[in-house]
């Protein structure tokens, strides 16, 4: 676990080579080859290191449709909806992670509140 700090660093570079290459228009890619060849080589980069937390025991935690649970999540948001039980996530603003079974980062949530579906009951 000493190195939980620097793989806590570590997801912010991923995070940032995955916003770079879902930054770049498809159809500008398509017309210029210089910036084809940039997005493959983030690309590259960006699965390389997907490789390297698979083999240092870094997951990605995305918990959509899970309930609440505050030791791997962080409640942001409540959000009234008929669709969904109370205490469910039903947004994610931010993947959470961990090495092995340790948080490194909670997964930042918007949960369902359930007072949606309490209003149509009773109505």
């Known amino acids: 676990y000493a190195v939980t700090g620097f793989a806590r660093d570590l997801v912010s570079v991923l995070e940032n080579l995955q916003r ?8 500008l890619k398509e017309s210029q080859p210089a910036v084809n ?6 690309e590259m980069t960006l699965k390389e290191l997907l490789g390297v937390f698979n ?18 999540h962080q409640a942001i948001a409540q ?8 205490g469910t996530v039903v947004q994610v603003l931010q993947a959470g992670y961990k090495i092995h079974d340790r948080l490194l980062r909670p997964a930042m949530v918007g949960v369902a509140s359930g007072v949606a579906s309490k209003l149509d009951a009773s109505a």
């Open 37 to 42: 060849n940039l997005a493959i080589g983030v």
């Open 55 to 72: 083999r240092q025991g870094i997951e990605r935690l995305d918990p959509m449709g899970q309930k609440f649970d505050h030791n791997f």
């Open 79 to 86: 959000i009234d909806t008929p669709d969904a039980e109370a």
């Open 20 to 27: 770079a290459l879902d930054s770049i228009p498809s159809e």
